[in-house]
């Protein structure tokens, strides 16, 4: 983002993972404006458009889903952060993990004064088998793991939008921690 941007959007903030990142956030904090965040990975990304029908092979269009991506606007007095996480975990234990976490997080919101409007998170599951044959046998193979992909929704008033954001991935980089500590 250029100076000229940064003076027109206002002052700027940071989540603690510009030097992961190479990016600094900013935004304008007007009221009723809406505006996005991200503390995923865009700006190291190629971003261009595609005519209909026409493929690229740039390495923006062809890598794999990021594994944490997460994003912030202002609705009026609300700020509203969504992250989407993909691993490949059992189950069961990223259910517990997941829980044990967003207790965690709606308790440093607490502790730093804000208001929970609502934290929710769904888990889509994908068991994936493959079919195969080299002669007349069909051989069946199915992973150990269901892929896992978490959607969450956290809509919080009087926080910091970015402290809520950085709260959200510090929770799922601490859940992504404990799931393949052991692998």
Do not use: W
Not at 11 to 39: D, L, N, R
Not at 59 to 76: A, G, I
Not at 141 to 153: G, H, N, R, V
């Amino acid at each position: 983002m250029g100076k000229d941007e940064k003076n027109m959007l206002g002052h700027e903030h940071t989540c603690g993972h510009e030097g992961e990142h190479g990016h600094e956030h900013t935004c304008s904090h007007e009221e009723g404006h809406e505006h996005h965040h991200t503390c995923g990975h865009e700006e190291a990304h190629e971003h261009h458009t595609h005519h209909h029908d026409e493929t690229c092979e740039c390495p923006s269009c062809t890598m794999k889903k990021e594994k944490l991506k997460v994003t912030s606007l202002l609705q009026d007095s609300a700020v509203v952060v969504s992250a989407e996480y993909h691993t490949a975990a059992d189950r069961d234990r990223a259910g517990e993990l997941l829980t044990a976490r967003m207790e965690t997080l709606a308790g440093r919101i607490d502790a730093q004064g804000g208001i929970i409007g609502h934290i929710k998170t769904s888990v889509e599951l994908r068991y994936v088998e493959m079919y195969s044959l080299t002669d007349k046998t069909v051989m069946k193979k199915a992973s150990d793991l269901p892929e896992l992909t978490f959607y969450m929704a956290a809509i919080v008033f009087a926080v910091k939008e970015e402290e809520l954001l950085c709260l959200v991935r510090e929770m799922f980089e601490d859940m992504d921690r404990q799931l393949h500590e052991d692998q």
